[in-house]
């Protein structure tokens, strides 16, 4: 069982930064591809982006390329995501989710393992 945490959402104005991180627990956080999700009020969730268990391979949905950079630190089971130039339709509740590193982390497939959540709010 893995547990997850996130942290850092909050309100920012259009093109501010944020920094999210999600915190895990229980497994040997290096064995596990994390990834970030989101969903929008009235919208289906949607893949923001994924990595490997090592960080060596980083994965982005095309809405979000050039701006948001995931990356990890496995001595600390943290996984962060920046958010860069933030606009509006980047508002949205932000998910973290893990699955074993054997699935890889290419995009789609399922997470066998999800935090709460945290809300990002970009104003205009």
């Known amino acids: 069982q893995v547990q997850l945490v996130e942290s850092g959402g909050g309100l920012v104005q259009a093109g501010g930064s944020l920094r999210l991180s999600c915190v895990a627990s229980?497994?040997?956080?290096?064995?596990?591809?994390m990834g970030w999700f989101r969903q929008a009020p009235g919208k289906e969730r949607e893949f923001v982006g994924s990595i490997s268990g090592n960080g060596g391979n980083t994965y982005y949905a095309d809405s979000v390329k050039g701006r948001f950079t995931i990356s990890r630190d496995n001595a600390k089971n943290t996984v962060y995501l920046q958010m860069n130039s933030l606009k509006p339709e980047d508002t949205a509740v932000y998910y973290c989710a893990a699955r074993s590193k054997l699935f890889g982390a290419m995009p789609g497939g399922e997470y066998a393992y999800w935090g709460q959540g945290t809300q990002v709010t970009v104003s205009s």
């Open positions: 229980g497994r040997t956080f290096s064995n596990y591809v």
